[in-house]
């Protein structure tokens, strides 16, 4: 069992930057892969980035590769996504997610919500044009 809580949302102009906290508990935590997600009003929960558990290996959706930077602190059982150059379309409510290690034989990269074991609560985030 995990407790994930995101901070760090807010106002920001477009082509600003931001970055974003999610604080965990457990003693398991530095076994778990960690990801964001987001989700608009009226949009399905879309997949941002992902980390590995050592934080060796990362993986980012396609609109956000090059801006955004997903690292982990597992000494502070905290997960961050640095948001640059950020576009009005980035506007939603991110959640960090956890997964716990078990067998998997499909792709290496888990993008989907439904891997995804343990959420946060979210934390909103509005880029203004």
């Known amino acids: 069992q995990v407790q994930l809580v995101e901070s760090g949302g807010g106002l920001v102009q477009a082509g600003g930057s931001l970055r974003l906290s999610c604080a965990a508990s457990?003693?398991?935590?530095?076994?778990?892969?960690m990801a964001w997600f987001r989700q608009a009003p009226g949009k399905e929960r879309d997949f941002v980035a992902t980390?590995?558990?050592?934080?060796?290996?990362?993986y980012y959706a396609d609109s956000v590769k090059g801006r955004f930077t997903i690292s982990r602190d597992n000494a502070k059982i905290t997960v961050y996504l640095q948001m640059n150059s950020l576009k009005p379309e980035d506007t939603a409510v991110y959640y960090c997610?956890?997964?716990?290690?078990?067998?998997?034989?499909?792709?290496?990269?888990?993008?989907?919500?439904?891997?995804?074991?343990?959420w946060g609560q979210g934390t909103q985030v509005t880029v203004s044009s």
């Open positions: 457990g003693r398991t935590f530095s076994t778990y892969t």
């Open positions: 997610a956890a997964r716990a290690p078990r067998p998997a034989y499909g792709s290496p990269w888990y993008t989907e919500v439904y891997e995804y074991d343990y």
């Open positions: 980390i590995s558990d050592t934080g060796g290996s990362t």
